[in-house]
C-alpha cells in the first residue's frame, strides 16, 4: 500500500469523497495522498482554493464497494482499482510529485537561509509554492514551522543544479545596495495547534486572494470608466 499510486486529481477527488461519502478524513487523505489537515479544511469549508468535486468511481479508479468497505470500518486502508494514467506536461507552473510535496518548506527554509536575494517569485517559480507560503516560513508562522529543517532543494529534488544556479545568478545581478529593513513578524502562531496553524494560513491565503481580484476588479472598473469618457470627449469634438 505504501507504493499505491494517487488520484489524477487528489485534491478534486478528495472534494467529492468529502462531499459524497462516509469516509474518514484519514482514509480520504491517504488514498488522495494528502494531509488530513487539508481535508479537514476542505470539509470545513476554510481552503483557500476551491475544487470541483471529481468522481474517482466514474474515473475507474475506485468502486462503490470499496468505499462501502471503508463507510463500515475507518481502520480499512481504501485501495485504487485503476492507476490514472500519467500525464507529460511541456508548460505551466512547475509539478512536484506527492512524495516530495512534504519537502518544499524544507528547501524554501534553505534558500531564505542561504540565498535571502532570490525573490519570492522566483523561489515560487523553481519550488512550485505559493507566496503566503513563503511569507509563513520566512515570518516563522508557518503551522508546521517546528518541524521545518533547511535543506538544499537540489539534493530533495525539487530543482536541478543548474536550474538553481540560474536563479542565483540572476537574483544576484538585482540585489539593491541597501538591504530593505525586515518588516515586522506577524502574531506568533508557534504555540497553537496543527490545526489551528493551517487554518490561519488558508485564511491568509483566501483572503489575500479575494484582496488582488478586488483590486482587479476596481482596476477593469477605472480603466472602462476613462475608455467610456474618452469615447465620450471624442464623440463631443467630432
Known sequence: ?????????????????VDNTGLSFNQIADFCGIH?????AMADDLAGSKYTGRDPVHAGELT??????GQKDSEYRLKMQRAPVAVSRTKGPRYTPVSKRQDKPDGIAWL??????????????LIGTTRNTITAIRERSHWNIQNI???DPVTLGLCSQRELDSVVARAAKNVPADSEAEAPAPADLRG??????????????RDANEKAAAEAAQEAEAAAWLEAKRASEEAGDA
Do not use: G
Not at 488530513?36 to 479537514?40: I, P, S
Open 192 to 205: 497553537a495547534s496543527d490545526k489551528e496553524r493551517l487554518i490561519e494560513e488558508l485564511r491568509a491565503e
Open 112 to 125: 531564505l537561509r542561504n540565498h535571502p536575494e532570490v525573490t519570492d517569485a522566483q523561489i515560487s517559480k
Open 149 to 151: 529543517q533547511p535543506k
Open 64 to 69: 462503490l464497494d470499496e468505499i462501502e468497505k
Open 1 to 17: 500500500m505504501a507504493d499505491q499510486p494517487t488520484p489524477l486529481m487528489p485534491h478534486a477527488t478528495a472534494t467529492w469523497l
Open 36 to 40: 488530513v489537515l487539508e481535508v479537514q
